[in-house]
């Protein structure tokens, strides 16, 4: 009898902070993969509030209180997204689209990838509708303007961002 082939997944981000969107993504991708490898981008192109390893270990407390934790690996990687995916056996790419407009270049994406690693499937999961308008570049806007980010980030992040950013002025 041949054994189940393990089912694994990859979910990329930059993760500049983690939001609940993206946890919410992170729990439902769980469920449907034996394993859920979060795969926090080092991208040099981009201005970061957080450094990769600050991330990841954001991401690793934020997934740690989630039902599939033990299934869900977090690590750091730089270049292809598709490589990488080759790399760890996945089956899957798991993309977030919260609205008609991240559909063209998650499209693109998810072509090109197809054409680096045939054996790689796209699989796109739309976040709980309570989380379509969140982002990461309005987490931090809303923080940085000393807003209140409880219902929108998990507990780790909301205590990264008040050490990282500036206290609120008297």
Sequence with gaps: MATKKKRIAVYPGSFD????GHLSLIERASQLFDQLIVAV????????????????????????????????????????TARLADDLNAQAIIRGLRAVSDFEYEFQMALMN??????????FLMPALSWVYLSSSLVK????????ITDLVPAPVKKALKKKLKPARK
């Design 41 to 80: 981008a080092m991208n040099s192109d981009k201005n970061s509030l957080f450094s990769v390893e600050e991330r990841v270990d954001i991401m690793q407390q934020s997934v740690a209180r989630l039902e599939n934790a033990k299934s869900i690996k977090v690590i750091s990687f730089e270049g292809l």
């Design 141 to 148: 806007d809303v923080a940085n303007n000393h807003g209140d």
């Design 17 to 20: 902070p983690p939001t609940n």
């Design 114 to 123: 197809r054409k680096l690693a045939r054996d790689v499937e796209t699989v």
